[in-house]
């Protein structure tokens, strides 16, 4: 099986895993920008840009009005097991893209991994990740389902939690918060 048929796998179970939620929608091969270039100005003060973007694997996006979306959770998909070159590669595709969008989580799924387990140079190398986590094969166990439904809802929130919290700190009826604590949660 080709990368991009699992690819096509999951989507379809992710894509069920959401369903509670029709705002939301899993895509496939979708390119997202991680840059904006502005190649002029005009007098009235108009911007000429242009856009940059990564196909990524797998990317959860929510409709926020009328045909607008924007990406949520992005997953980058790999078969067997993640290199040190695709960890540091992925990493920092998620960084750029956080650049664009500073409210976007981002993370990496490993389908029929050799080893059974995440490899250490994705927690060296992943320094951009919001989350990582592996299938022995192509099929998801019940509890690997189950662990990977759970991180991506989680993930959707945190990224509506951060959108608002970035777009809305000047606003007096924004949530306040005190304290951010990022733990570290393995299973």
């Known amino acids: 099986m ?25 895509k496939a091969f979708e390119r997202i920008p991680y840059a904006l270039e502005v190649m002029g100005y005009s ?20 409709t926020v ?23 540091i590669t992925y990493s920092q ?8 969008h500073p409210y976007l989580r981002y ?10 387990s995440l490899a ?7 320094a951009h990740f919001d989350f990582m986590a ?3 094969s192509f099929q998801p166990t019940e ?11 989680l993930e959707i929130e945190a990224s509506r939690v951060l959108e608002e919290s970035i777009y809305s700190s000047r606003s007096p009826n924004r949530e306040r918060y005190t304290f951010l604590h990022r733990p570290l949660k393995l299973y």
């Open 65 to 87: 009005d009328d045909g607008i979306w924007k990406p949520r959770v992005i997953v980058e998909l790999k078969l067997d097991n993640a290199t040190t070159h695709d960890a």
């Open 2 to 26: 080709t990368e991009r048929e699992w690819t096509l796998i999951v989507q379809k179970y992710l894509s069920a895993s959401i369903a509670h939620d029709k705002k939301l929608a899993v």
């Open 143 to 153: 509890s690997e389902l189950e662990g990977l439904t759970e991180i991506i809802n």
């Open 134 to 136: 592996s299938w022995d």
């Open 93 to 100: 595709k998620a960084f750029t893209h956080k650049n664009v």
């Open 43 to 62: 007098e009235q003060g108009n911007h000429d840009l242009r856009h940059m973007g990564y196909e990524t694997d797998l990317v959860i996006t929510e």
């Open 120 to 126: 250490g140079r994705l927690f060296r190398h992943g």
């Open 107 to 116: 993370g990496i799924l490993i389908g029929k991994s050799k080893s059974g």
